[in-house]
């Protein structure tokens, strides 16, 4: 059961526009929420992070939502660059003492 | 810092034969994370330690795969006997204790493991 969901396996957007990639959850008990980004042939690396106390959290192009009654997080990068053409994790934990929970990753393409 | 270690970065083997994957974490980071990524599956974690402790081996697929950390620095993940299902690239992780366990993880390149 995948307790982590991003319903969209590739996303394609142009230059300059906003990118949002969707992630969806299940366990009502998540408390934290994270993005990681990877590159081909690396390993994923920390992006941003969000607790549950939180509806927001901004850091310079990527901004995180969170909407709790709906179990859904979204991640906004604006503008899109074409650095940022990589797969994207959505993440979840129980608390900041618990194991993360991956979903299963978007690909981003940014179109020249 | 040299970051995440994992060796080999690639590896072929043919079915019933064992393999094993290696790992050095960042220096001072004293958890560490062993996670499997798969199309079907995703990003999923296999077992992680703390302190060279294992705290949660629940994602180890079955008594095939085990993983050992016997110090600080570095830590195994085998397979033995292989089977072609096993085929991923596996990822080691670390973090450091203060920042809470799911604070960032620093992963390393991964293995792509090919099992034939």
């Known amino acids: 059961d995948q307790q982590v969901k991003q319903n969209s396996p590739s996303l394609s957007v142009q230059e300059g526009r906003i990118s949002i990639l969707n992630c969806d959850y299940t366990n009502s008990m998540f408390d934290y929420f994270l993005w990681y980004k990877k590159y081909p042939a690396e390993g994923p690396t920390f992006l941003i992070s969000i607790s549950s106390i939180k509806d927001k959290n901004e850091d310079g192009r990527f901004t995180v939502f969170l909407n709790k009654s709906a179990k859904h997080l979204s991640l906004h990068i604006v503008p899109s660059q074409p650095g940022d053409s990589a797969v994207y994790f959505c993440a979840a934990s129980r608390n900041r003492d618990d194991k993360i929970i991956f979903g299963k990753g978007t690909r981003l393409h940014i179109l020249p | 810092d040299a970051g995440v270690i994992q060796s080999p970065r690639h590896e072929v083997t043919e079915m019933g034969q064992e393999v094993t994957l290696r790992c050095k974490p960042i220096?001072?980071?004293?958890?560490l994370f062993w996670y499997r990524q798969t199309m079907m599956r995703g990003l999923e974690l296999l077992i992680y330690?703390?302190?060279?402790?294992?705290?949660?081996d629940s994602g180890m697929p079955e008594d095939r795969f085990s993983a050992k950390m016997p110090n600080a620095s570095f830590s195994t993940l085998k397979i033995q006997p292989s089977e072609p299902r096993d085929s991923a690239v596996y990822f080691c992780?670390?973090?450091?204790?203060?920042?809470?366990?799911?604070?960032?993880?620093?992963f390393g390149p991964g293995t792509r493991l090919t099992v034939t």
């Open positions: 220096s001072g980071h004293d958890y």
């Open positions: 330690f703390n302190n060279n402790v294992p705290i949660d």
């Open positions: 992780a670390s973090s450091k204790t203060g920042q809470g366990l799911s604070y960032e993880q620093y």
